[in-house]
């Protein structure tokens, strides 16, 4: 799949799953719930024990998910993540050298900022998304439509804190996507092998989604028609 291709199914499905949990198996059984409810995406972070071979399992065996890796703090890891079959990076913080790594390398960079100083440094370098994190912390919602504001042509991903309660309202603040871990995909029920629960979990952020783009667009028709 071309960077233009994940770039796009990104922006499409506007959720990106972190999987971050004490076993790979654990970690495996997780992605494939997320993925079987209908969010083919996932960020890998390097916490997980054997992430990089948990990457290289997923990418082979998994074809229709876009596996990612997350927390990301140097180009050996990213170029070994890479190597393995990841389709995108991500880090929790601003790291230039990465971004410039993955422009290297034609691989989609989810930027990590938080200021509006350092979402401005990671678009100029080049990031394809920019994940404000961690957003629940210092305002949530209302920090996201104040960073749009001024950059309204950046495409910001919410992370940290988002929950069922928060996401729509992320959407609606002017996030292309949200970031979401275990809200989506709760320590029990991975333990407990709840795939079922995993499921529902994943339509309803897919829904809150859905559902928000949907009133983004009604009210942008009604704004064109006066």
């Known amino acids: ?55 290289a399992d997923l990418a082979r065996n998994n074809p229709d998910v876009i596996v990612g890796a997350g927390t990301i703090f140097d180009t050996e890891t990213a170029n070994r993540c890479l190597e393995a079959g990841a389709r995108f990076l991500t880090s929790p913080g601003l790291d230039l050298q990465l971004v410039e790594f993955a422009i290297k390398k034609d691989t989609v960079v989810l930027a990590g900022a938080l200021t509006p ?32 504001g001024p950059f309204r042509h950046v495409p910001l991903i919410a992370a940290g804190g988002v929950n069922q309660l928060t996401a729509a309202n992320f959407i609606l603040a002017g996030a292309c996507a949200i970031g979401v871990g275990g809200e989506l995909v709760p320590e029990e029920a991975i333990q407990q092998r709840q795939e079922e629960r995993i499921h529902e979990l994943a339509r309803r952020f897919l829904g809150f989604v859905t559902k928000a783009r949907a009133h983004l667009a009604k009210v942008k028709g009604v704004r064109k028609s006066r």
């Not at 999987?19 to 996932?42: L, Y």
């Not at 994940?131 to 996201?144: E, M």
């Open 1 to 55: 799949m071309k960077k233009e291709e994940v770039r796009a199914r990104i922006e499409e499905i506007g959720i990106v799953p972190a999987v971050r949990f004490r076993s790979a198996e654990d970690a495996r059984f997780a992605t494939q719930a997320v993925s079987h409810g209908g969010i083919p995406i996932v960020e890998i972070t390097m916490t997980v024990p054997g992430a990089i071979d948990l990457i």
């Open 117 to 148: 100083t350092e979402v401005t440094t990671a678009w100029k370098a080049g990031a394809d998304f920019v994940k404000v994190f961690p957003c629940s912390l210092v305002g949530g919602d209302k920090y996201i439509k104040a960073l749009k």
